[in-house]
């Protein structure tokens, strides 16, 4: 998903708040809070490998999200 992607480096990487990218997506912000909790959401599995090795003993509960 471009778009979930796009957000999650928005956050990361750009460091941009909720205020931001409501006003980048045009979504009010209750939307705009939920759309980045699903993007995180998506996002967990691909990023399970990497939680394991950061912190071995939180992926378990990470993955069963």
């Known amino acids: 998903h471009p778009e ?3 957000v999650l480096r928005w956050v990361v990487e750009d460091g941009l708040d909720n205020a ?5 997506l045009e979504r009010t912000p ?3 809070r939920e759309f980045i909790s699903q993007c995180r959401k998506k996002s ?12 071995p003993v ?6 069963a999200d």
């Open 4 to 6: 979930h992607a796009t």
């Open 58 to 63: 939180d992926a378990g509960a990470r993955r």
């Open 44 to 55: 967990r599995p691909f990023f399970a490998p990497w939680y394991a090795l950061v912190n």
């Open 20 to 24: 931001a990218i409501e006003v980048l």
């Open 30 to 32: 209750g939307a705009t």
